[in-house]
T-cell receptor
Framework: EAGVVQSPRYKIIEKKQPVAFWCNPISGHNTLYWYLQNLGQGPELLIRYENEEAVDDSQLPKDRFSAERLKGVDSTLKIQPAELGDSAVYLC???????????????FGPGTRLTVL | AQSVSQHNHHVILSEAASLELGCNYSYGGTVNLFWYVQYPGQHLQLLLKYFSGDPLVKGIKGFEAEFIKSKFSFNLRKPSVQWSDTAEYFCAVTRNSGNTPLVFGKGTRLSVIA
């Protein structure tokens, strides 16, 4: 079974440029998460989707960040414009429908390492 | 808000030494507890998890963790570490309801030297 796929793995851009990250969750996983991991820190949630609905985006900086999951499968996270402080690893994770069990394990992708110059 | 504290930023051990990594969380309700591991150049992987029942949880690769509710702790242990255990270890907690997001600690970097 394929895991969570993310692309690109690495991205280097200049500040004020736009950037987008793509995530393909594990087949059948309807819950999708985007996490931000700064150097020396643990991951922090940016947004959580149940199918195509963003059910928790309270930590997403909406002035420059946006996300979409149009068909309830793949998701894209965008930053426009990027700032120096956005340099970090962006992680995508997915899990099964929470209605199937009290809690379902989250499976993480390899992440996209963003460097803003 | 929930928070997770990992007291050790970087631990250096010799092979065969015993390991204990501390983790404390702040949340008064029922929680699910996890330890994730990130080997160099790899993605986060689940090491073990606690939902309910026996507070001593056994995970992969000889790791175990003990949930002590009165101390809000979930420390990770391994009796004898190997060089291949060199990695970053993250403790995480989530509320016991639905697919709530994981709240991670800052991580502990473990370096095992031969």
């Amino acid at each position: 079974e394929a895991g969570v796929v993310q692309s690109p793995r690495y991205k280097i851009i200049e500040k004020k440029q736009p950037v987008a990250f793509w995530c393909n969750p594990i087949s059948g996983h309807n819950t999708l998460y985007w996490y931000l991991q700064n150097l020396g820190q643990g991951p922090e949630l940016l947004i959580r989707y149940e199918n195509e609905e963003a059910v928790d985006d309270s930590q997403l900086p909406k002035d420059r960040f946006s996300a979409e999951r149009l068909k309830g499968v793949d998701s894209t996270l965008k930053i426009q414009p990027a700032e120096l402080g956005d340099s970090a690893v962006y992680l995508c994770a997915s899990s099964l429908d929470h209605r199937l069990a009290p809690y379902n394990e989250q499976f993480f992708g390899p992440g996209t390492r963003l460097t803003v110059l | 808000a929930q928070s997770v504290s990992q007291h050790n930023h970087h631990v250096i051990l010799s092979e065969a030494a015993s390991l204990e990594l501390g983790c404390n969380y702040s949340y008064g309700g029922t929680v699910n507890l996890f330890w994730y591991v990130q080997y160099p150049g790899q993605h986060l992987q689940l090491l073990l998890k606690y939902f309910s029942g026996d507070p001593l949880v056994k995970g992969i690769k000889g790791f175990e963790a003990e949930f002590i509710k009165s101390k809000f702790s979930f420390n990770l242990r391994k009796p004898s570490v190997q060089w291949s255990d060199t990695a970053e270890y993250f403790c995480a907690v989530t509320r016991n309801s639905g697919n709530t997001p994981l709240v991670f600690g800052k991580g502990t970097r473990l370096s095992v030297i031969a």
